[in-house]
Nanobody, 124 residues
Framework: QVQLVETGGGLVQAGDSRNLSCSASGRTAAFSAYAVGWFRQAPGKERVFVAAMSGSSRYYTDSVKGRFTVSRDDAKKTVYLQMNNLRPEDTAVYYC?????????????????WGQGTQVTVSS
């Protein structure tokens, strides 16, 4: 089992930046070979795909392209989501997830491991 813990959430103002971290523990020997994804759930809405990283490839939903960057430090077993120029509509609980590499990285059901989420609130 792999445990994921997100940190870095909080209250920010529109236009600010925030860097979320997702630390892996447990059976992480193969973590560097995993794809990692970030999802978010806004109040009253379903959880949706934000970004993913598989190998050196990165994928983003259209609304965050050019503002968010996903990266990872496999030595630290940590994945990051750098969020710049935040908007009120980015307010959500952000979750990281991990799975073996493959297709359909935007599909939640393909992920094996999930964190508990961290709240990001963007005020206008």
């Amino acid at each position: 089992q792999v445990q994921l813990v997100e940190t870095g959430g909080g209250l920010v103002q529109a236009g600010d930046s925030r860097n979320l971290s997702c630390s892996a523990s447990g059976r992480t020997a193969a973590f560097s070979a995993y794809a990692v994804g970030w999802f978010r759930q806004a109040p009253g809405k379903e959880r949706v795909f934000v970004a993913a990283m598989s190998g050196s490839s990165r994928y983003y939903t259209d609304s965050v392209k050019g503002r968010f960057t996903v990266s990872r430090d496999d030595a630290k077993k940590t994945v990051y989501l750098q969020m710049n120029n935040l908007r009120p509509e980015d307010t959500a609980v952000y979750y990281c997830a991990a799975r073996p590499r493959g297709l359909r990285l935007e599909v939640q059901s393909t992920y094996n491991y999930w964190g508990q989420g961290t709240q990001v609130t963007v005020s206008s």
